[in-house]
């Protein structure tokens, strides 16, 4: 489709034609997306200063806290350093971080999802077909990605008011401003090329690299004056400091950077036609070498399991070396020794550190396999799979493909952060090894229920990120919380035995595995079924 499909308009105004209705689509279409993430981000920041209240409730414990991370590299490199000894500050110190990150992924979904997940399926040039200006499109996603950021930041402000209103601000417009940094940045990317997933995966690698940069610098120095730190949006969002003598001006290199990009994605999304990118896809070879469906999905998906594998071995050397550091920050502290038993299992403080850290690896496969399951659904919407199912390929053969390349790279990345883990903590590889294979029958079961929802309900297979959100909130925040444990048996994740240090038990394995299979075969069963994209 050429510039002139569009039509030639002048004037600002025309070229935003119907962003107002495109906005409210891109909402309704999000309705489950953004409030489950929002929700997930909030709560954990939220639930920090009651946990911290209890774990560090001594002026003395608070200042050795300060002091053991003014040591501890390892500790440092995972969390940032410590700024100030108030609640609010630990809070900040704490989820800050990770929540400015999950605020990062939350964004760059929506932006793709509402520009080049659009053009890839068609629908976008049947819009673009009617009154709707050029930019449109792109204003309504990133105004989407604003709607979720604002939110979460009013919802930030209002839950750490109490612990000193201007950290609340500063700690809410940080975290925003990190997801707004990404925002605009998925959309450069979705202009420069072809695929949303390319788009998102390069957006994501990111995002990687950015943690990456923040925890070497701040590995390196106490106070994050690192020139690598300074390079990461999230190390600016530790730098604005939030309760500890708030620095209002690095708020500013999030709004520049922001503004910057928002500008450049503009100008590109100006000068290239609907479909169309800057980066444009490599032909293939004249004679096709991919002979099954099981090899098109892992060529599909091969970038994606490769991310999260170098992903998942690096996360295990990082939490193996902070392993013998584990007991030093505990110290005599009984309620934060309580809590990483309760995560970890009862068999020393050691073993219970390596099984929370394994555990919360586990939890995150989750959203692997979940995103790869539904890998299928995005075929299936944009109209790639009916070519293929139009040959001699059943839909349980290409469902099957895309299945094994889930359930099996959850295997490989849990198999690789195993070897890191005995990388970084420099002892003998069985034990942590098995304790991140444990974690593989929860893991499917996500994935299963991802496989269900496709199979029977198309249209609410967006709900299983839900699922895996909840399930990740559970884990993450519910033995912090002293959540009753009858609740933290509805996650999967809580009938697992402790390990390494607990005992092997077979038997809630067996049935997570078989309550895995069940919930895969009623979803194929359903697909099998049910007419395509309804």
């Known amino acids: 489709m050429t510039a002139l499909t569009f039509g030639v308009r002048s004037g600002g105004s025309r070229q935003l034609a119907g962003t107002g209705t495109l906005l409210r689509f891109a909402l309704r ?5 953004i409030p489950v993430w929002v929700a997930v981000n909030a709560l954990m920041v939220l639930s920090m200063p009651n946990t911290l209240k209890g774990l560090y409730g001594t002026a003395a414990e608070r200042a050795d806290l300060m002091r053991q991370m003014g040591t501890n590299s390892s500790l440092r490199a995972m969390v940032g350093p ?51 200006g050029r930019r449109a499109s792109l204003t309504a ?62 957006t994501a690698a990111v995002l990687g690299a950015a943690f990456v940069l923040r925890a070497a610098g701040d590995s390196g120095t106490d106070d994050g004056s690192s020139v690598l730190t300074w390079l990461s949006p999230l190390g600016w969002l530790e730098n604005v400091r939030p309760f500890a003598a708030e620095r209002w001006w690095v708020l500013l290199l999030l709004l520049g950077a922001t503004l910057l990009q928002g500008a450049a994605a503009y100008g590109l999304a100006g000068r290239r036609d609907v479909g169309m990118s800057f980066l444009p896809t490599r032909p293939g070879p004249a004679a096709g070498r991919l002979g099954t469906a099981g090899a098109l999905a892992w060529r599909l998906q091969r970038g994606s399991v490769l991310g999260w594998s170098v992903g998942f071995f690096l996360a295990g050397v990082v939490y193996g070396g902070m392993t013998e550091g584990a007991a030093d920050l505990v110290g005599d502290n ?13 068999a020393g403080l050691t073993d219970a550190f390596l099984s929370a850290m394994v555990g919360m690896l586990g939890l995150v496969a989750a959203l692997y396999v979940v995103a790869s399951v539904l890998r299928l659904h995005g075929e299936e919407t944009s109209g790639r799979a009916e070519p293929v199912l139009a040959g001699a390929v059943g839909r349980l053969r290409w469902a099957a ?36 294979l444990v974690q593989l029958p929860a893991v499917w079961v996500i994935g299963g229920v991802a496989v269900l929802l496709y199979g029977l309900l198309p249209r609410a297979a967006v709900a299983a990120w839900g699922v895996a959100g909840a399930v990740l909130l559970l884990g993450w925040v519910g033995p912090a919380l002293d959540v009753p444990q009858a609740v933290l048996d509805l996650s ?28 895969v075969a009623v979803g194929l069963a359903g697909l099998r079924r049910r007419d395509l994209t309804t």
């Open 141 to 202: 996603a990133l105004l989407a990605a604003a709607v979720a950021n604002a939110v979460l930041a009013l919802l930030v402000t209002a839950g750490l008011a109490g612990q000193g209103a201007s950290g609340a601000v500063a700690l809410g417009l940080g975290i925003a401003g990190v997801g707004m940094v990404f925002a605009t940045m998925a959309a450069i990317v979705a202009q420069l090329t072809e695929s949303a997933r390319l788009a998102r995966g390069l």
């Open 82 to 132: 410590v700024f100030g000894d108030s609640l609010g500050a630990l809070t900040a110190w704490r989820v800050g971080v990770y929540a400015g990150a999950l605020a990062a992924v939350t964004s760059l979904l929506v932006v793709v999802r509402h520009t080049r997940d659009e053009e890839e399926s068609g629908r976008q040039e049947l819009v673009a077909s009617g009154t709707v």
């Open 492 to 519: 999967p994740f809580g009938h697992l035995p402790k390990m390494p240090g607990g005992a092997m038990e077979w038997g809630p394995v067996t049935v997570l595995l078989g309550l895995a299979v069940v919930l």
């Open 334 to 346: 009984a309620d934060a020794r309580r809590i990483i038993e309760r995560m970890g299992g009862q």
């Open 29 to 33: 279409r999000d309705r489950v997306l």
């Open 401 to 436: 493909g895309h299945l094994a390349v889930a359930f099996g790279g959850s295997l490989l990345i849990m198999l690789l952060a195993g070897a890191g883990f005995a990388v970084g903590y420099g002892q003998e590889v069985g034990p942590v090894l098995g304790a991140c």
